[in-house]
Protein backbone atom coordinates (compact mmCIF):
# COMPACT_ATOMS: atom_id res chain seq x y z
CA UNK A 1 0.00 0.00 0.00
CA UNK A 2 1.53 3.02 -1.12
CA UNK A 3 0.35 6.71 0.52
CA UNK A 4 0.84 10.06 -0.93
CA UNK A 5 1.11 13.38 0.48
CA UNK A 6 0.06 16.18 -1.67
CA UNK A 7 1.40 19.42 0.52
CA UNK A 8 3.45 19.21 3.71
CA UNK A 9 2.72 21.70 5.42
CA UNK A 10 2.72 21.62 9.56
CA UNK A 11 -0.35 19.29 9.23
CA UNK A 12 0.62 17.08 6.74
CA UNK A 13 4.07 17.33 8.37
CA UNK A 14 2.30 15.56 11.98
CA UNK A 15 0.74 13.10 9.48
CA UNK A 16 3.79 12.27 7.94
CA UNK A 17 6.02 11.43 11.06
CA UNK A 18 2.73 10.02 13.11
CA UNK A 19 3.07 7.78 10.25
CA UNK A 20 6.36 7.36 10.33
CA UNK A 21 6.91 6.95 13.64
CA UNK A 22 4.18 4.05 14.11
CA UNK A 23 5.94 2.18 11.44
CA UNK A 24 2.14 1.63 10.25
CA UNK A 25 4.17 1.91 6.62
CA UNK A 26 7.80 1.33 5.29
CA UNK A 27 9.03 5.04 4.53
CA UNK A 28 9.52 3.73 0.90
CA UNK A 29 5.46 3.61 0.73
CA UNK A 30 5.55 7.00 1.73
CA UNK A 31 5.21 9.29 -1.17
CA UNK A 32 5.30 13.35 -1.18
CA UNK A 33 5.30 16.01 -3.30
CA UNK A 34 5.03 20.06 -2.69
CA UNK A 35 5.98 22.62 -4.92
CA UNK A 36 8.52 24.04 -2.20
CA UNK A 37 11.25 21.62 -2.63
CA UNK A 38 12.89 22.01 0.81
CA UNK A 39 9.43 20.55 2.41
CA UNK A 40 10.05 17.36 1.09
CA UNK A 41 14.27 17.22 0.88
CA UNK A 42 14.81 16.71 4.59
CA UNK A 43 12.17 14.31 5.02
CA UNK A 44 13.46 12.27 1.75
CA UNK A 45 17.60 12.75 3.20
CA UNK A 46 16.30 11.51 6.64
CA UNK A 47 13.73 8.80 6.37
CA UNK A 48 13.93 7.61 2.85
CA UNK A 49 10.52 8.63 1.64
CA UNK A 50 9.89 9.18 -2.27
CA UNK A 51 9.29 12.18 -3.59
CA UNK A 52 7.13 12.21 -6.74
CA UNK A 53 8.02 14.67 -9.21
CA UNK A 54 4.40 16.64 -9.10
CA UNK A 55 1.00 15.71 -8.07
CA UNK A 56 0.08 13.53 -10.95
CA UNK A 57 2.95 11.67 -10.64
CA UNK A 58 2.39 11.03 -7.09
CA UNK A 59 -1.73 10.35 -7.51
CA UNK A 60 -0.69 7.71 -9.90
CA UNK A 61 1.86 5.87 -7.77
CA UNK A 62 -0.67 5.85 -4.91
CA UNK A 63 -3.60 3.82 -3.30
CA UNK A 64 -4.21 6.74 -0.76
CA UNK A 65 -3.86 10.25 -1.71
CA UNK A 66 -4.13 12.83 1.14
CA UNK A 67 -4.19 16.29 0.30
CA UNK A 68 -3.03 18.63 2.86
CA UNK A 69 -3.14 21.65 1.02
CA UNK A 70 -5.10 24.82 1.19
CA UNK A 71 -8.84 25.49 0.51
CA UNK A 72 -8.05 27.75 -2.32
CA UNK A 73 -6.28 25.67 -4.48
CA UNK A 74 -8.28 22.54 -3.83
CA UNK A 75 -10.31 22.68 -7.30
CA UNK A 76 -7.07 22.83 -9.08
CA UNK A 77 -5.43 20.04 -8.06
CA UNK A 78 -8.44 17.82 -8.38
CA UNK A 79 -8.79 19.10 -11.79
CA UNK A 80 -5.00 18.71 -12.19
CA UNK A 81 -5.42 14.67 -10.72
CA UNK A 82 -8.70 13.51 -11.69
CA UNK A 83 -7.08 11.89 -15.03
CA UNK A 84 -5.21 9.50 -12.31
CA UNK A 85 -7.86 8.59 -10.34
CA UNK A 86 -9.55 5.35 -10.37
CA UNK A 87 -12.25 3.79 -8.34
CA UNK A 88 -9.75 2.44 -6.51
CA UNK A 89 -8.12 5.37 -5.14
CA UNK A 90 -8.89 6.44 -1.53
CA UNK A 91 -8.88 10.38 -1.42
CA UNK A 92 -8.86 11.84 1.83
CA UNK A 93 -9.38 15.86 2.36
CA UNK A 94 -8.31 18.04 5.10
CA UNK A 95 -10.13 21.33 4.64
CA UNK A 96 -12.73 23.20 6.31
CA UNK A 97 -15.75 23.98 3.22
CA UNK A 98 -14.90 21.15 0.96
CA UNK A 99 -17.61 19.08 0.84
CA UNK A 100 -17.38 14.80 -0.48
CA UNK A 101 -20.06 15.65 -2.90
CA UNK A 102 -17.67 18.55 -4.69
CA UNK A 103 -14.64 16.63 -4.89
CA UNK A 104 -16.95 14.06 -6.30
CA UNK A 105 -18.35 16.36 -8.73
CA UNK A 106 -14.62 17.22 -9.73
CA UNK A 107 -13.24 13.57 -9.85
CA UNK A 108 -15.71 11.70 -10.58
CA UNK A 109 -14.82 8.81 -9.24
CA UNK A 110 -12.62 7.31 -5.88
CA UNK A 111 -13.28 6.60 -2.32
CA UNK A 112 -13.55 10.13 -0.99
CA UNK A 113 -12.47 10.70 3.25
CA UNK A 114 -13.34 14.18 4.39
CA UNK A 115 -11.44 14.77 7.54
CA UNK A 116 -10.64 17.38 9.94
CA UNK A 117 -7.39 17.16 12.00
CA UNK A 118 -6.15 19.68 14.53
CA UNK A 119 -2.91 21.20 15.32
CA UNK A 120 -1.95 18.93 18.59
CA UNK A 121 -1.56 16.22 15.93
CA UNK A 122 1.82 17.38 15.92
CA UNK A 123 2.72 16.64 19.16
CA UNK A 124 0.45 13.42 18.95
CA UNK A 125 -2.25 14.56 21.11
CA UNK A 126 -4.81 15.86 17.74
CA UNK A 127 -8.14 14.40 17.51
CA UNK A 128 -9.60 14.06 14.48
CA UNK A 129 -12.78 14.27 12.67
CA UNK A 130 -13.87 12.04 10.13
CA UNK A 131 -16.80 11.71 7.40
CA UNK A 132 -16.69 8.82 4.60
CA UNK A 133 -18.86 8.46 0.99
CA UNK A 134 -20.60 5.92 0.26
CA UNK A 135 -18.30 4.00 -1.53
CA UNK A 136 -16.04 3.57 1.48
CA UNK A 137 -15.69 0.09 2.71
CA UNK A 138 -15.11 -1.92 5.94
CA UNK A 139 -11.70 -2.51 5.53
CA UNK A 140 -11.19 0.90 4.09
CA UNK A 141 -12.02 2.58 7.24
CA UNK A 142 -9.73 0.70 9.03
CA UNK A 143 -6.77 2.12 7.29
CA UNK A 144 -8.03 5.59 7.41
CA UNK A 145 -8.71 4.84 11.12
CA UNK A 146 -4.81 3.54 11.15
CA UNK A 147 -3.25 6.61 9.73
CA UNK A 148 -4.84 9.45 11.59
CA UNK A 149 -4.16 7.08 15.21
CA UNK A 150 -0.67 7.74 14.42
CA UNK A 151 -1.18 11.35 15.85
CA UNK A 152 -3.87 11.25 18.15
CA UNK A 153 -7.94 10.00 18.46
CA UNK A 154 -10.40 9.96 16.07
CA UNK A 155 -14.14 10.45 15.70
CA UNK A 156 -16.97 9.67 12.99
CA UNK A 157 -19.21 12.20 12.32
CA UNK A 158 -21.85 12.28 9.59
CA UNK A 159 -20.74 15.04 6.89
CA UNK A 160 -23.58 17.58 7.97
CA UNK A 161 -22.18 17.75 11.46
CA UNK A 162 -17.94 17.84 10.18
CA UNK A 163 -18.03 21.88 9.60
CA UNK A 164 -19.57 22.43 13.67
CA UNK A 165 -17.04 19.71 14.92
CA UNK A 166 -14.21 22.05 12.98
CA UNK A 167 -15.54 25.07 14.84
CA UNK A 168 -15.32 22.56 18.42
CA UNK A 169 -12.17 20.93 18.03
CA UNK A 170 -9.55 22.81 14.81
CA UNK A 171 -10.18 26.29 15.65
CA UNK A 172 -10.32 25.87 19.52
CA UNK A 173 -6.83 24.92 20.38
CA UNK A 174 -5.97 28.88 19.15
CA UNK A 175 -8.93 29.69 21.39
CA UNK A 176 -7.16 27.77 24.36
CA UNK A 177 -4.06 29.39 23.70
CA UNK A 178 -5.35 32.70 24.38
CA UNK A 179 -6.77 31.37 27.33
CA UNK A 180 -3.61 30.37 28.53
CA UNK A 181 -1.82 34.20 27.65
CA UNK A 182 -4.69 35.43 29.28
CA UNK A 183 -4.72 33.08 32.93
CA UNK A 184 -0.44 33.03 32.75
CA UNK A 185 -0.62 37.75 32.22
CA UNK A 186 -2.78 37.23 35.06
CA UNK A 187 -0.29 35.59 37.51
CA UNK A 188 2.34 37.70 35.89
CA UNK A 189 0.55 40.96 36.82
CA UNK A 190 -0.02 39.11 40.66
CA UNK A 191 4.09 39.09 40.70
CA UNK A 192 4.85 35.62 38.85
CA UNK A 193 7.80 34.75 37.12
CA UNK A 194 6.06 34.49 33.17
CA UNK A 195 7.76 30.63 32.69
CA UNK A 196 5.98 29.66 35.79
CA UNK A 197 3.11 31.71 35.21
CA UNK A 198 3.14 29.75 31.54
CA UNK A 199 4.14 26.60 33.24
CA UNK A 200 1.20 26.68 35.82
CA UNK A 201 -1.59 27.85 33.49
CA UNK A 202 -0.72 25.37 30.76
CA UNK A 203 -0.56 22.27 33.08
CA UNK A 204 -4.11 23.85 34.54
CA UNK A 205 -5.88 23.84 31.47
CA UNK A 206 -4.30 20.16 30.30
CA UNK A 207 -5.12 18.23 33.48
CA UNK A 208 -8.76 19.72 33.46
CA UNK A 209 -9.46 18.77 30.01
CA UNK A 210 -8.00 15.20 30.91
CA UNK A 211 -10.43 15.18 34.02
CA UNK A 212 -13.27 16.02 32.00
CA UNK A 213 -11.96 12.30 29.38
CA UNK A 214 -11.01 10.41 32.33
CA UNK A 215 -13.88 11.01 34.99
CA UNK A 216 -16.45 11.11 32.55
CA UNK A 217 -18.06 13.82 34.60
CA UNK A 218 -20.26 16.64 33.63
CA UNK A 219 -17.78 19.84 32.93
CA UNK A 220 -20.29 21.74 35.24
CA UNK A 221 -19.86 19.17 38.15
CA UNK A 222 -16.27 19.22 38.00
CA UNK A 223 -16.52 22.97 38.59
CA UNK A 224 -18.70 22.57 41.30
CA UNK A 225 -16.24 20.35 42.72
CA UNK A 226 -13.58 23.18 42.19
CA UNK A 227 -16.08 25.99 44.01
CA UNK A 228 -16.34 26.16 47.54
CA UNK A 229 -19.00 28.60 48.82
CA UNK A 230 -18.00 32.32 49.52
CA UNK A 231 -14.17 31.18 48.06
CA UNK A 232 -11.87 32.21 45.71
CA UNK A 233 -12.70 30.76 42.91
CA UNK A 234 -16.81 31.23 42.73
CA UNK A 235 -15.12 34.60 42.88
CA UNK A 236 -13.53 34.73 39.82
CA UNK A 237 -15.94 32.68 38.27
CA UNK A 238 -18.37 35.81 39.30
CA UNK A 239 -16.44 38.03 37.33
CA UNK A 240 -16.33 35.98 33.93
CA UNK A 241 -20.00 35.48 34.25
CA UNK A 242 -20.08 39.20 34.42
CA UNK A 243 -17.81 39.55 31.25
CA UNK A 244 -19.93 36.90 29.52
CA UNK A 245 -16.67 34.45 29.11
CA UNK A 246 -19.51 31.61 28.12
CA UNK A 247 -21.28 34.11 25.54
CA UNK A 248 -17.92 35.15 23.70
CA UNK A 249 -16.96 31.74 23.37
CA UNK A 250 -19.61 30.33 22.16
CA UNK A 251 -20.39 33.14 19.76
CA UNK A 252 -16.56 32.48 18.57
CA UNK A 253 -17.50 28.51 17.94
CA UNK A 254 -20.76 29.88 15.27
CA UNK A 255 -18.11 32.47 13.80
CA UNK A 256 -15.74 29.95 12.55
CA UNK A 257 -18.65 27.45 11.63
CA UNK A 258 -20.42 30.22 9.30
CA UNK A 259 -16.86 31.21 8.01
CA UNK A 260 -16.71 27.29 6.60
CA UNK A 261 -19.47 28.49 4.79
CA UNK A 262 -17.51 31.28 2.69
CA UNK A 263 -13.82 29.02 2.02
CA UNK A 264 -13.16 27.18 -0.80
Known amino acids: ?24 IDAEDLILYDPVKEKTAGLE ?24 IKPNIYDAVLEEIKVK ?10 APGITISHVKDI ?9 IP ?23 KEIVEKIFKTCGEIVEVEEKLIDAAMAVSSC ?22 RDVAYKL ?17 HPGQLKDMVTSPGGTTIEGIRILEKNAMRSAVI ?3 AAAYQKTKGLK
Request: glycine share 12%; no cysteine.
Open 201 to 217: ASKAVAGAGNMVLKTGF
Open 118 to 140: NTPALIGEGITAISYSQEIQRED
Open 45 to 68: KEFGVIVAKDNIDLTEKSDIIILA
Open 172 to 193: SPAFVYMFIEALADGGVLLGLP
Open 1 to 24: MKIGFIGVGNMGLALIKGILKSDF
Open 107 to 115: LKTGKIVRT
Open 85 to 94: VTDKKIIITI
Open 251 to 253: EAV
